[in-house]
DNA sequence: GTCTATATTGGGATAGAC
DNA sequence: GTCTATCCCAATATAGAC
């Protein structure tokens, strides 16, 4: 492969890149249906018609974002396994809720409100977002065994569905309190399953 | 006013019921944005062009949908208001959420989708979700109240978010089983707090 | 009051110039 | 590889016949 050709694929990939990463943004903060694809050409500073030289469809723009935001989650867990014990690394990871809370009274939690929406649509988009929320299942559920809790996906799923559930109360109450509030509660309630 | 009167304003009040009835239905199954006036029209057998007779616009006769939602919830909670303890009325919406929960896995909680999918529009109608929402959780709140509980109010938004949350997976995941085991454990978790 | 035909708009997608 | 102009369709909304 020549010089030239590399500098125009990384050319390419930037801007593919760039394109999903300003969609992962705007469909959180809009949602899927009201996001046009001018919406995202702008955020990512494309001219509109451009976009489907990188992406033949919106469904694939979007599946881009969706790997792109699995991507952001797995280097979060992957900062989170360094610390010490389960308990921290849950305890990590309720503080990250909390501290977005702001984020999440304004636009509710990305893969959750993603998931709600995607689920209508008759494409397999709603698979993707299903393999990403499974993976994050996955991880708290490794923690909690790493506690020695033989009920493990149980508790994961209730944790998980206690997160998704305080923010979606969060964001249609405008309340970042609701969602520290919660944080502290199960905060205590990991603490009691040691 | 007149017989004549009487009866063709029953008959308007019946075609505007009808319609709003089946966008309760409608916008639970495909989502605000993914349903159109026709699918609306066609599951309340009125024409299409004859909806904008009894609405002005789309958003009205969502609102309307809202509002007899909100009446639907309304009198589930009459109905379990007769039960005799605040435990008995908590279990009892616990095995109403379980035995909806093959709807869950298909469409999700109506509330709930509702709730994310009108957060991301413009006009108010997210306010409208957000009462009917409060109107439960201000119930629920009264029942750990009538328990003694000084934290009511934060236990209602935990109990209000788990079913929430465990909807959401339910339908993510479309395992009606999540729902099942969740209400389970929420039970056994109401009984820990008499 | 009821319904049909149609105007209007907006957004996804394509053709083709450069 | 980049961008503009445009096609096309779907859906809201309206005009007006009956």
Redesign the interface.
């Known amino acids: 492969m020549s010089i030239v050709s590399q500098v125009t694929d990384s050319t390419r990939v930037g801007k593919r890149e760039r394109l999903a990463g300003a969609a992962v943004r705007v469909l959180h903060e809009?949602?899927v249906?009201?996001t046009t694809l001018a919406d995202i050409a702008r955020a990512a500073d494309v001219p509109v018609g451009n976009v489907y030289y990188y992406f033949k469809t919106k469904d694939q723009l979007i599946e881009a974002a969706i790997d792109a935001h699995g991507r952001q989650l797995e280097s979060m867990i992957e900062a989170m396994e360094r610390l010490g014990t389960p308990q921290e690394r849950l305890k990590a990871l309720l503080q990250g809720w909390i501290g977005q809370r702001d984020l999440t009274a304004k636009?509710?939690c990305p893969t959750?409100?993603l998931?709600?929406?995607l689920?209508?649509?008759d494409d397999g988009l709603?698979r993707a977002?299903?393999k990403v929320?499974?993976e994050l299942l996955d991880w708290v559920e490794r923690q909690f065994q790493a506690m020695g809790r033989a009920d493990a996906r149980?508790l994961a799923?209730?944790l998980?569905?206690?997160?998704?559930?305080?923010?979606?109360?969060t964001?249609?109450?405008r309340d970042p309190e609701?969602m520290a509030?919660?944080g502290r509660?199960l905060g205590r309630w990991i603490d009691s399953l040691a």
């Open positions: 809009q949602g249906e009201k636009y509710g959750g409100t998931a709600s929406e689920d209508k649509r709603d977002v299903a929320m499974g149980e799923v209730a998980i569905a206690a997160y998704q559930g305080i923010s979606l109360l964001n249609t109450f609701l509030t919660e509660r």
